[in-house]
Every structure is written in structure tokens, then in C-alpha cells.
């Protein structure tokens, strides 16, 4: 038995991998959300109650932290949420394997690798590093084993391409992007998240430590727009950059731009992840870019 926390794009796809390979699956977010397979069990709870969480994670193998919190609200959220899922697999003796990201490193210069300093001083990017700091103590103590992995902006949800480029471009229309549009960016696929997480959920040599899930080269937010209307056969896009005057000005009504402000810096600059760690000691090699913008391109549309 796996218990997955978080309904949202990683946890469905980490329950559905785990499933598809015969595995007993629980799925637990607030609303008793995710993905409809007869191996996946979809409850309804609080998982920042610690004891709650335990009773749940009674008896299984791996306590997976899918989760995210609003992003305007993770200085609130995230403590006791990150808190009761720590609680819970230390409870239930489960490995715990949590979903990260690049927040912790804050900026840098040059490609991160896992070794990379967690060097964040602004409060909503420390949290994830303090998350993990959290985590890796527990596991130094004897408490339990815990092991993380770390991925850039996402490919197929809750990214730039679907929340701003992705409809416009597939409808030939313009598209207003919040960022500049020629600097490298790494951008990560969903199922590498979810394959990376499974993998060293299960394997010794990876707890004890953070891992970089698995990658393509970076390309800028132009590239990315033409790749995704190549793959879509849409036309050729036709793009804008929002001047950040423009989104702090939106961001005195919008909460959730305002809170972008803090990781600005992830595209005024290259924000480039090294994941041949993984590939080299798992075998995980990052989906090709193509096949993770096809599935963009089909989410977007919707059924035919």
C-alpha cells in the first residue's frame, strides 16, 4: 500500500504509475479527489492533522508529499501540512518521498545539481528548503527514511505553457507571457516526477538525499511556444512580454501574481537544472520533449 498526499497533477500520476503496476494505492486530499483506477483509493481528509494522516498511514510502504498548497498561502499552509505528513511516515515507519522543486537553491549562477547550496533567503522559497532540512534530520536521527525529488516548471499543468500560452497559440491568437522570452529555461514533465519519485521511493541508494528528476536541455519560452504549436499544428506563435511594471500592477489585485514577484528571478536570468545524477544511477531518462507537449496539446483541447 502506497499513501499518495496531494489530488493535483504529480499525485494523480504517481498513483496512476503505481497502479498500473498492480500496486494498492491511497490518494488522500481534501476533497477525496484524483484519478479513477480500480487500484487507487480516494479518501476525503485533512492532512495537516497529524493523527488523522497516521491512522491513514498505517501499514503502508511509502508515504509519497504530493501536495501544494495556493502558492499565496504556503507560508500558512505549508508548516503544518509538511509537519503531519513527517509525523505520519515516522509514525507508520513508511519512507518518505516527497515532491520538491528548485525554490530551496534561490538564485544562482550556472546549472543547479543537487549539490547546489540551499541558499534561499526570501520566506516562501527557505520554506522548501527548511522542509527538506526537516526531512533529512529526521532520516540522520534514525526516525525514519526520507528522500526528495526535485523538478523545474512543469511541462503539462500548472505551468506557463498551460495557464498562458497554451490556448492562445492553439487558437493563432496572441499570448501574453509574464516573462522574457529568450533566457534558458529548464522545464520538467509530470511523468518524470512521478517515474523519479516511485523509483527512489523503493531504492536504498537514494534516501538520505535530494535527487533531480530527469530533464531535457533548456529552452527559452520562445522555443517552447514554437515547439508546443509544431506539435499542434497550430500557427506560428505570435507572443508578448508582460513588462514587470505591467505585472506588479496586477499583482495589487491578484494575489497569486503578486506572490510571483519572489521568482522573478527564474526567468530574468538562465534557470537550468543538471539531472544526469539520476539518469546516471536510475536509468531515468527524461521524456522526450515532444511526446510531453503532445499530451499538453491533448489536455488542452480537451476529449475529441
Not at 494498492?24 to 485533512?46: F, I, Y
Not at 498562458?164 to 533566457?183: E, F, I, N
Not at 518524470?192 to 523503493?202: E, G, P, Q, S
Not at 539531472?275 to 483541447?301: D, N, Q, Y
Request: with cysteine; glycine share 8%; aromatic share 6%.
Amino acid at each position: 500500500m502506497h499513501l499518495i498526499v496531494g489530488a493535483g497533477a504529480v499525485g494523480a500520476a504517481t498513483a496512476l504509475l503505481l497502479a498500473e503496476r498492480g500496486e494498492q494505492v491511497r490518494v488522500v486530499s481534501r476533497r477525496g479527489g484524483g484519478p479513477v483506477h480500480e487500484g487507487v483509493e480516494r479518501l476525503a481528509a485533512d492532512a495537516a492533522d497529524a493523527d488523522q494522516l497516521s491512522r491513514l498511514a498505517d501499514g503502508v510502504t511509502v508515504v509519497y508529499n504530493c501536495a501544494n498548497p495556493a502558492y499565496h498561502r504556503w507560508l500558512t499552509d505549508w508548516p503544518p501540512l509538511a509537519s503531519a505528513v513527517l509525523t505520519a511516515a515516522e509514525r507508520s515507519g513508511a519512507v518518505l518521498a516527497t515532491a520538491g522543486n528548485l525554490y530551496g537553491y534561490g538564485p544562482v549562477a550556472g546549472p543547479m545539481t543537487e549539490s547546489t547550496p540551499l541558499a534561499a533567503t526570501n520566506p516562501k522559497l527557505r520554506l522548501r528548503a527548511d522542509m527538506w532540512r526537516a526531512a533529512l534530520a529526521a532520516h540522520e536521527a534514525g526516525r525514519l527514511r526520507a528522500t526528495e525529488v526535485r523538478a523545474s516548471d512543469y511541462i503539462e499543468a500548472n505551468s506557463i505553457l498551460t495557464i498562458s500560452l497554451g490556448k492562445p497559440l492553439l487558437a493563432g491568437t496572441r499570448a501574453y507571457v509574464p516573462a522574457p522570452l529568450d533566457v534558458p529555461h529548464s522545464w520538467t514533465s509530470i511523468t518524470d516526477v512521478a517515474r523519479t519519485l516511485v523509483t527512489v521511493a523503493t531504492d536504498s541508494r537514494a534516501w538520505g538525499r535530494p535527487w533531480h528528476v530527469p530533464t531535457n536541455p533548456a529552452v527559452t519560452v520562445r522555443e517552447l511556444a514554437s515547439r508546443f504549436s509544431e506539435v499542434a499544428d497550430a500557427p506560428a506563435p505570435k507572443l508578448t512580454s508582460v513588462p514587470y511594471p505591467a505585472l506588479w500592477a496586477i499583482g495589487i489585485v491578484s494575489p497569486l501574481v503578486r506572490e510571483l514577484r519572489a521568482t522573478r528571478y527564474q526567468f530574468d536570468r538562465p534557470f537550468v537544472i543538471d539531472s544526469s545524477l539520476a539518469t546516471k544511477t536510475f536509468g531515468i531518462e527524461p521524456t522526450p520533449m515532444e511526446e510531453a507537449l503532445g499530451a499538453t496539446v491533448t489536455s488542452l483541447r480537451g476529449p475529441a
